[in-house]
């Protein structure tokens, strides 16, 4: 059973075919820059397919309509081999960044599912709009094909009231539905899964804290496999040190910049977004280049690392309160994965809390789930590569065959 994966940006559509008898990926393709004056469209053609290579295309593309049409041109292609007819996708899964209250599962799309789309709208105004333009033109391109949507913020409506409410006026819960959302639900529902099946227990009877470390960052606190609790709010910027996002702030800064700075709400909003965090602390964003630049003696570049992984392990020790007994400990995404000096950071004088990282263990890249702790640690520490796209895959699967 083929099944495509869908996750459309405004101005971009990454797509990914998956054989689901073996969870084999077949391509993987982003078409970029749409609305320009030049897009690109890549793909990667995976080993065992007919052509192992990148395609590359860079022609206008003036839509997601016709962005989305190029990338199923280029997967029919008998010279690929990976898709016969467009026909043979059983299901289309597509990343929806807010489901808002209105979702604690994926769903199949219907007219009433696209309307609850639509009412979120206004709960990720940059999102959600792309979503359904990929949904729609998904729609067309696939008529009769089971188009299944997938909620960034599902996993988290487990979260009790008394952890996803702001301590705001009470009103604006129940006219403007501001409170804790959370956002990264497919991933570290994903790595909290492959967890439980790595230390062989059923997650019902697991306490995990689960550590999305990417461009975007959040952790969630997974108490007998349902979310409780997670850093991210009702937009992706609350919580832990991102690339560019300040994680947490005093809200009284927005009102300071305002009066001391003349900032107006959009000026202060882009500056959260996209001028903190790592960036703001030393002008880099990405991990590999911060770690140079300290290497060379960049005072603000160890400023920006240790603001971020002092965050990690206050969370860490938040969600161990907030869980009371904790199993694993897991470590995910691009920095999670890769950064070996960030995890250990991380969790750096916790031992007493009977979490120990292993140095050997720890000493690598994680390509595959290891095991990170040393043996005496009491919370295990895992390294578990998150793959949002399988993720979307099964889901979209198990609703189509259920
Ligand atoms: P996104 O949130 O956009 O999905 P990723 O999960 O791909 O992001 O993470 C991207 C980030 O991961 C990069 O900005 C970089 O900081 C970090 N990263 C990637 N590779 C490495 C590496 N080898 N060492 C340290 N950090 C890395």
Redesign the pocket.
């Known amino acids: 059973m083929k099944i495509l994966v869908i996750n459309s940006g405004s101005s971009s559509i990454k797509f990914q075919l998956l054989e689901m008898d073996n969870e084999a990926v077949l391509a993987s393709g982003l078409v970029e820059r749409i609305g320009e004056e030049e897009g690109q469209l890549k793909c990667t053609f995976m080993p065992g397919t007919a052509s192992e290579n990148v395609v590359k295309i860079a022609e206008p593309i003036a839509d997601h309509n016709k962005g989305m049409l190029l990338a199923v041109n280029l997967l029919t292609n008998p010279e690929h081999g990976v898709l016969a007819d467009k026909s043979d996708i059983a299901a289309v899964g597509h990343r929806v960044v807010h489901g808002g209250e209105d979702f604690h599962q994926p769903a199949v799309i219907t007219a009433e599912i696209m309307d609850a789309i639509k009412k979120n709208i206004p709960l990720a105004p940059l999102h959600n709009p792309a979503n359904i333009d990929g949904i729609r033109v998904a729609q067309e391109l696939f008529p009769g094909v089971p188009q299944v949507a997938v909620f960034d913020t599902a996993f988290h409506q487990s979260i009790p009231p008394h952890a996803y409410h702001y301590a705001l006026p009470y009103e604006l819960y129940e006219k403007d539905r501001i409170r804790r959302y959370g956002f990264h639900g497919t991933s570290h529902k994903f790595v909290a899964n492959e967890c439980a099946k790595l230390m062989g227990k059923p997650i019902e009877d697991l306490n995990i804290i689960s550590v999305?470390?990417?461009?975007?960052?959040s952790m969630t606190a997974v108490k007998n496999g349902k979310s409780v609790d997670t850093t991210l709010g009702l937009t992706p910027l609350e919580g832990l040190v991102m690339?560019t996002r300040s994680g947490d702030v005093d809200p009284a800064i927005h009102a300071f910049l305002a009066r001391n700075r003349g900032m107006s709400i959009d000026e202060i909003d882009t500056m959260l977004n996209k001028e903190s965090g790592?960036k703001g602390l030393c002008g880099l964003?990405?991990?590999?280049?911060?770690?140079d630049a300290i290497g060379a003696g960049n005072e603000r570049a160890k400023l920006a690392l240790d603001v971020q992984t002092y965050r990690n392990k206050k969370y860490i020790g938040a969600y161990m309160a907030v869980l009371g007994h904790v199993d694993a400990i897991i470590f995910t995404?691009?920095?999670?994965?890769?950064?070996e000096i960030?995890r250990a950071k991380s969790v750096e004088g916790l031992e007493p809390f009977g979490i120990v990282m292993d140095a050997q263990a720890n000493g690598q890249?994680v390509k595959k789930p290891t095991l990170l702790s040393a043996p005496e640690s009491r919370v295990q520490i895992w390294g578990i590569p998150?793959n949002e796209e399988l993720a979307i895959a099964r889901e979209a699967q198990s609703l189509v065959c259920a």
Do not use: P, Q, W, Y
């Not at 999305?212 to 960052?217: K, P, S």
């Not at 995404?333 to 950064?339: K, Q, T």
């Open positions: 999305h470390l990417g461009n975007g960052c690339g790592l964003n990405d991990m590999r280049d911060i770690h995404a691009g920095i999670g994965e890769n950064d960030v890249r998150t």
